[in-house]
């Protein structure tokens, strides 16, 4: 399985920006797909995931990011407004497997927020 992360830019606060990961080598619809992130200096963290119909959310992207899939395009997409500058940092997008577990890793998509 491969996940392909795109998107990444340098944006202004307030600004909004769409990430994309799409997902070869398996059946997509049978993963929960997920979006984590990292900042310079800090530990990989939680963002948002789709699973078993529903959505989740990281407190910090509760009400600005919207998580989202198609199936058809084996793609989850991470649609992130009202930017902000601690909004910075290098996306991942995961694939769960059986019990919750990451099974696989995108490359990671940079997003630069000014202020």
């Known amino acids: 399985v491969q996940l392909q992360a795109s998107g990444g830019g340098l944006v202004q606060a307030g600004d909004s920006l769409r990430l994309s990961c799409v997902v070869s080598?398996?059946?997509?619809?049978?993963?929960?797909m997920g979006w984590f992130r990292q900042a310079p200096g800090k530990e990989r963290e939680f963002v948002a995931k789709w699973s078993g119909g529903r959505a989740f959310y990281a407190d910090s992207a509760k009400g600005r990011f919207t998580i989202s899939r198609d199936n058809a395009k084996n793609a989850v997409y991470l649609e992130m407004n009202s930017l902000k500058p601690e909004d910075t940092a290098v996306y991942y997008c995961?694939?769960?497997?059986?019990?919750?577990?990451?099974?696989?890793w995108g490359q990671g998509t940079l997003v630069t927020v000014s202020s």
């Open positions: 080598g398996r059946t997509f619809s049978r993963y929960g």
């Open positions: 995961a694939a769960y497997g059986v019990g919750g577990r990451i099974d696989y």
